[in-house]
């Protein structure tokens, strides 16, 4: 495996879905995963008002970009979110999100940092998810 991830000792650990603190990459090429929304293959927006559901399907647009690229979720180091007017009580909503599709997609929690924002590019749009992966 190109990645190995852990938390070490003396950072706060966290049980959501397994994260990890740390990803050490020992592959040779890097692929970039531009921000993936809830848009489905005809980009019409889904799951519109739904944070859960939108997290699901740019998870799973997520998904379909690694593959064309050769890649899974065991490759991907790095995540950015980005939800709109984010606040802590919706963690739950963001987790359940990710709860649909984290055993279809078979997610592995890599290093990742959720920023909230005041607007994504379009309406009704409410999380963007960007990744980095190495490959061998």
Partial sequence: MPVTLLNPDGIPKTDAYRYRQVAIATGTRQVHIAGQVAYDANGQLVARGDLAGQVAQAYR??????????????????????????????I?????????????????????????????????????????????
């Fill in 61 to 90: 647009n997520v998904a379909i970009a690694l593959a064309a690229a050769g890649a899974t979720f065991s490759d991907v180091v790095r995540l950015t979110f980005y939800v709109v007017d984010w606040k802590r009580e919706m």
């Fill in 92 to 136: 739950s909503d963001f987790l359940a999100g990710i709860e649909q599709v984290a055993e279809e997609l078979k997610i592995v929690p890599a290093p990742a940092s959720l920023i909230g924002v005041s607007v994504l590019f379009e309406p009704g749009v409410l999380v963007e998810i960007e990744a980095t992966a190495v490959v061998a």
